[in-house]
């Protein structure tokens, strides 16, 4: 009886230590090689749990100190997600969902019941609803604790130079992806860890939360721009690598850019551009481009006053042709034929225009028309 009692003692001793040993396993340290970072304790233990990679994305920090919404936490950043140990020892996600759209100026605003294609769910604490396959995915996933109210209804968003359908959750940001269609990667979780990082990292470094939604292209006169107010926030999509062309006149220049051919949110008539600079300042016009090949002359009549001169051709021939004021300020074309551009732009929500020619080299800021001075070069 005795040696049955001591047997069973070391069992449960040796149980107790396999027990131990199997949950050092779980909560020890598991680094990644492709960041560098390691992963350990609580943290590890709800990654593995609760989805691992294709959820959370490789670790992007080291487990530390960090001040989240009034309250110091230990945190850790991932690719798609900052998971937080709260003050009771439970881990959970960050709400990067909703820092987000704080941090690129678009604080969520509730929404109204609209229809949608497949089955859907209302959420009357934020207005908006959740459809089809992104509600099959919130059901499956984790629903409520895991993603959070949505924000947004479906919306179109540029990331990585792509325009995606996208919707912004409390926590998360899902987005479909048709290039992968028919495979489990038709819908993604977005990269919204490393978005939400790098925009927290820059603001601390004065550069502008918003800067993420900036054309890359632009980026570099962003700051430069001194029209007498902040140019705040992006308003629509960038227009990249467009069709464009010059005109060198007497006293300025026409610019002219082929905004039909931008993305679908700034399809509109193309736009003209008459910067007018005599030498003592500089001012700009802006016009609809009305011109259509075959019912309207190449260039308006009329004789120019002197060898080397041209009447401007075109869209830049109509308005010219049409504005006595225009013709007066900005004389004469000193070239034949306009110069073709390829231009970059974005409109920002002070309502100036940012306008970059790839071939010429420069830039301008346009402001309002109404207000003819309103407007920079940028070299």
Same mark, same amino acid.
């Given at each position: 009886?005795?040696?049955?009692?001591?047997?069973?003692?070391?069992?449960?001793?040796?149980?107790?230590?396999?027990?131990?040993?199997?949950?050092?396993?779980?909560?020890?340290?598991?680094?990644?090689?492709?960041?560098?970072? %390691?992963?350990?304790?609580?943290?590890?233990?709800?990654?593995?749990?609760?989805?691992?990679?294709? *959820?959370?994305?490789?670790?992007?920090?080291?487990?530390?100190?960090?001040?989240?919404?009034?309250?110091?936490?230990?945190?850790?950043?991932?690719?798609?997600?900052?998971?937080?140990?709260?003050?009771?020892?439970?881990?959970?996600?960050?709400?990067?969902?909703?820092? $987000?759209?704080?941090?690129?100026?678009?604080?969520?605003?509730?929404?109204?019941?609209?229809?949608?294609?497949?089955?859907?769910?209302?959420?009357?604490?934020?207005?908006?609803?959740? %459809?089809? #396959?992104?509600?099959? $995915?919130?059901?499956?996933?984790?629903?409520?604790?895991?993603?959070?109210?949505?924000?947004?209804?479906?919306?179109?968003?540029?990331?990585?130079?792509?325009?995606?359908? *996208?919707? $912004?959750?409390? !926590?998360?940001?899902?987005?479909?992806?048709?290039?992968?269609?028919?495979?489990?990667?038709?819908?993604?979780?977005?990269?919204?860890? !490393?978005?939400?990082?790098?925009?927290?990292?820059?603001?601390?470094?004065?550069?502008?939360?918003?800067?993420?939604?900036?054309?890359? #292209?632009?980026?570099?006169? $962003?700051?430069?721009?001194?029209?007498?107010?902040?140019?705040?926030? /992006?308003?629509?999509?960038?227009?990249?690598?467009?069709?464009?062309?010059?005109?060198?006149?007497?006293?300025?220049?026409?610019?002219?850019?082929?905004?039909?051919?931008?993305?679908?949110?700034?399809?509109?008539?193309?736009?003209?551009?008459?910067?007018?600079?005599?030498?003592?300042?500089?001012?700009?016009?802006?016009?609809?481009?009305?011109?259509?090949?075959?019912?309207?002359?190449? !260039?308006?009549?009329?004789?120019?006053?002197?060898?080397?001169?041209?009447?401007?051709?075109?869209?830049?021939?109509?308005?010219?042709?049409?504005? #006595?004021?225009?013709?007066?300020?900005?004389?004469?074309? !000193?070239?034949?034929? #306009?110069?073709?551009?390829?231009?970059?732009?974005?409109?920002?929500?002070?309502?100036?225009?940012? *306008?970059?020619?790839?071939?010429?080299?420069?830039?301008?800021?346009?402001?309002? /028309? *109404?207000?003819?001075?309103?407007?920079?070069?940028?070299?």
């Amino acid at each position: 009886m005795h040696r049955f009692l001591v047997l069973v003692l070391m069992m449960v001793v040796c149980g107790g230590s396999l027990l131990t040993a199997s949950a050092a396993a779980q909560t020890g340290e598991r680094c990644f090689a492709e960041t560098g970072y %390691c992963i350990s304790g609580s943290i590890r233990a709800y990654w593995e749990r609760n989805g691992g990679l294709p *959820v959370f994305g490789f670790p992007i920090t080291a487990q530390h100190v960090e001040m989240v919404e009034d309250r110091t936490l230990q945190v850790q950043w991932f690719e798609r997600d900052r998971l937080e140990i709260q003050a009771n020892g439970l881990v959970t996600a960050g709400r990067l969902g909703a820092r $987000y759209l704080e941090l690129t100026g678009r604080p969520w605003q509730r929404g109204e019941r609209t229809a949608c294609l497949g089955n859907s769910r209302w959420f009357e604490e934020t207005g908006h609803q959740v %459809c089809g #396959a992104m509600l099959d $995915y919130w059901n499956a996933n984790g629903g409520l604790a895991r993603f959070g109210y949505p924000l947004t209804g479906l919306i179109e968003e540029q990331i990585e130079g792509r325009v995606y359908q *996208v919707q $912004y959750f409390e !926590r998360r940001r899902m987005e479909y992806h048709p290039e992968y269609g028919g495979t489990p990667n038709f819908l993604l979780l977005g990269l919204l860890g !490393r978005e939400v990082l790098r925009l927290e990292q820059d603001s601390l470094a004065g550069v502008p939360a918003c800067a993420a939604q900036i054309n890359p #292209a632009l980026k570099a006169i $962003y700051t430069r721009v001194q029209l007498g107010r902040p140019l705040g926030c /992006p308003t629509l999509l960038p227009g990249n690598d467009l069709p464009a062309s010059t005109m060198a006149m007497e006293r300025g220049q026409m610019l002219w850019i082929d905004r039909q051919q931008g993305p679908p949110m700034l399809v509109q008539p193309a736009r003209i551009f008459a910067i007018i600079a005599p030498g003592d300042g500089i001012s700009f016009r802006a016009y609809s481009n009305t011109w259509v090949a075959g019912q309207d002359p190449d !260039r308006p009549a009329g004789t120019p006053p002197q060898p080397g001169l041209f009447a401007p051709w075109r869209g830049f021939g109509k308005v010219w042709s049409q504005d #006595a004021e225009l013709r007066r300020q900005i004389g004469w074309a !000193r070239e034949a034929q #306009a110069r073709p551009d390829r231009v970059d732009f974005q409109l920002f929500d002070s309502g100036i225009l940012l *306008v970059h020619l790839r071939e010429a080299g420069y830039s301008y800021a346009f402001g309002n /028309p *109404v207000n003819p001075g309103e407007v920079q070069v940028i070299r």
